[in-house]
Structure formats: C-alpha cells, structure tokens
C-alpha cells in the first residue's frame, strides 16, 4: 500500500507560479513512475505530466515549458512546478503513482489538491 498526500495548491493570479508537492509514505519502494493528472468539471481528466524511474519525462502540450515535473531519488516526494499560471490551468490536480508488486501494476492516487487561477 502506498499512501499519497497533496499539498502546495491554492488561488493565484494570472502570470503566478505554484509549486505542488506530494508526499509518498507506506510501501514506496514499489514506485516506478509517477504523474499529475488534473480534472476541471467540465473536462475529462488530463494527464498533466509524468515522470519514470530513468528521469524521463512528459509533459502535455497545453503546460510545456511551463511546468516542470521532479522527484527525490525514491520517490518519496513528487512535485510539480507551475509558472505563467492562466486560467485555463484551473482544476484539481491529482497526484498519481504507479506501483510494480511482483507481476501487477497498482495505480495509487492522492486526495486532489484544486488550483484556482484567476484573470
């Protein structure tokens, strides 16, 4: 079991940065990739970035150049840097790892932290 917590999100102005932060605890040694996913009411949800074990990363086109993904060696603490922040970045961004135990992938997520940008 890996446990997930968010935190790092909050209302800011158009043009700002915030810098989310998740904390990994339980059986995180298990963790090969990590990611944020973010879901607006009106969307469905989005992968936002993702990074795997090697340093690799990926970013959605909407938030190239302006995010930026990165983690601790293990894994224990994942984050995602947002700067030049637009409305259209409002959502709730959710943390996501994924686990290999023996032969299964297991996905684990956090609570969801909402990010509000305002014009």
């Known amino acids: 079991q890996v446990q997930l917590v968010e935190s790092g999100g909050g209302l800011v102005q158009t043009g700002g940065s915030l810098k989310l932060s998740c904390a990994a605890s339980g059986d995180t040694i298990c963790i090969t990739a990590a990611a944020w996913y973010r879901q607006d009411p009106e969307n469905e949800p989005q992968l936002v970035a993702s990074i795997v074990g090697g340093g690799s990363t990926y970013y959605a086109a909407s938030v190239k150049g302006r995010f930026t993904i990165s983690r601790d060696n293990a894994f224990n603490t994942v984050y995602l840097q947002m700067n030049d922040l637009n409305p259209e970045d409002t959502a709730v961004y959710y943390c996501?790892?994924?686990?290999?135990?023996?032969?299964?992938?297991?996905?684990?997520w956090g609570q969801g932290t909402q990010i509000t940008v305002s014009s």
């Open positions: 996501n790892v994924n686990c290999l135990m023996g032969s299964r992938d297991v996905d684990y």
